[in-house]
Nanobody, 116 residues
Framework: QVQLVESGGGLVQPGGSLRLSCAVS????????MAWYRQAPGKARELVAR???????SYAASVKGRFPISVDNDRNTVYLQMTRLNPADTAVYYC??????????WGQGTQVTVSS
């Protein structure tokens, strides 16, 4: 009943930008936090950025200053504005939402490829 739909991935050249979106639909009363994770081939899934209901943010050291996370509460949508992309950012990016009483949901993943 809760669904996360991601969009915005694609191929971009080094130094370019992409904006990822994740829209949450279903029986939404409140959300505790929303986050972006990524997983590159052969590597573990890692937290990229997280934002809470009080707009507290957290970032991985590798993306801090480059990938601001934001949320549109009226639309239940979280964004990841990726700038100054480099090949190391190539991965499948996953959206994740956590509700106040527990329970987490994942998006389907969107591929981001940074290459010239």
């Amino acid at each position: 009943q809760v669904q996360l739909v991601e969009s915005g991935g694609g191929l971009v050249q080094p130094g370019g930008s992409l904006r990822l979106s994740c829209a949450v639909s279903g029986s939404i009363f409140s959300i505790y936090s929303m986050a972006w994770y990524r997983q590159a081939p052969g590597k573990a899934r890692e937290l990229v950025a997280r934002i809470t209901s009080v707009i507290s943010t957290s970032y991985a050291a590798s993306v801090k200053g480059r990938f601001p996370i934001s949320v549109d509460n009226d639309r239940n949508t979280v964004y990841l504005q990726m700038t100054r992309l480099n090949p190391a950012d190539t991965a499948v990016y996953y959206c994740h939402v956590v509700f106040p009483r527990g329970g987490g949901y994942w998006g389907q993943g969107t591929q981001v490829t940074v290459s010239s």
